[in-house]
Antibody, heavy 121, light 107 residues
């Protein structure tokens, strides 16, 4: 059974950066897509970007372009999302989420537990 | 961007009721349309992928339908554990987008 385990909660100052990690366990497949989705308090889900590690393909939502970096280490099954120039509007729960195929036709079927990032002076 | 709009934003229903949740896309997602359930404090869970395909382990009372720009999630006999927020998502065009969700509450 595939599981995603994320790093712990963070408190950051405005203007700083945060880096969240996501480790995959229980899978030997290389054919997957790893997305990052965030959810501000009381709000809906917002897709930030995705990576296909085996193809080294990365797509970002235009909203976060230039401020977010997603990468993954194929050997260690670790993935990372770094968000810079933080403001209070970036306070949210950040999820890594995996689609078990390169093709997004199959949706996102495994989610991490979420990492709460609080931006406060 | 493909905008996803839920109807209704919330609803109240009783255990045993049949419930329909609608999601409308601003342009066709070409069947790359999925449904998720989220309970408070928990990560979302995939229910339906590609319009009408039940994800492994999801109870058969959940079903999806639709085409073009209009899609529906049906819960045929609401159970106590089904009270949650439901989101549609398209993964056809970047950025992948979610609707704002439909909250299903106990009447």
């Amino acid at each position: 059974q595939v599981q995603l385990v994320q790093s712990g909660d963070e408190v950051k100052k405005p203007g700083s950066s945060v880096k969240v990690s996501c480790r995959t366990s229980g899978s030997t497949s290389s054919s997957y897509t790893l997305s990052w989705v965030r959810q501000a308090p009381g709000q809906g889900l917002e897709w930030m970007g995705r990576i296909i590690p085996s193809l080294e393909v990365i797509n970002y939502a235009q909203k976060f372009q230039g401020r977010v970096t997603i990468n993954a280490d194929k050997l260690t099954t670790l993935a990372y999302m770094e968000l810079s120039s933080l403001t209070s509007e970036d306070t949210a729960v950040y999820y890594c989420a995996r689609g078990s195929s390169h093709d997004p036709y199959f949706g996102i079927d495994v989610w991490g537990q979420g990492t709460t990032v609080t931006v406060s002076s | 961007d493909i905008q996803m709009t839920h109807f209704p934003p919330s609803l109240s229903a009783s255990v045993g009721d049949s419930v329909n949740i609608t999601c409308r896309a601003s342009q066709t997602p070409n069947n790359y349309l999925h449904w998720y359930q989220q309970k408070p404090g928990k990560a979302p869970q995939l229910l339906i992928y590609a319009v009408d395909n039940l994800h492994s382990g999801v109870p058969s009372r959940f079903s999806g339908s639709g085409s073009g720009t209009d899609f529906t999630l049906t819960i045929s006999s609401l159970q106590p554990e089904d009270f949650a927020t439901y989101y549609c998502q398209q993964t056809y065009g970047f950025p992948w987008t979610f609707g704002l969700g439909t909250r299903v509450e106990i009447k």
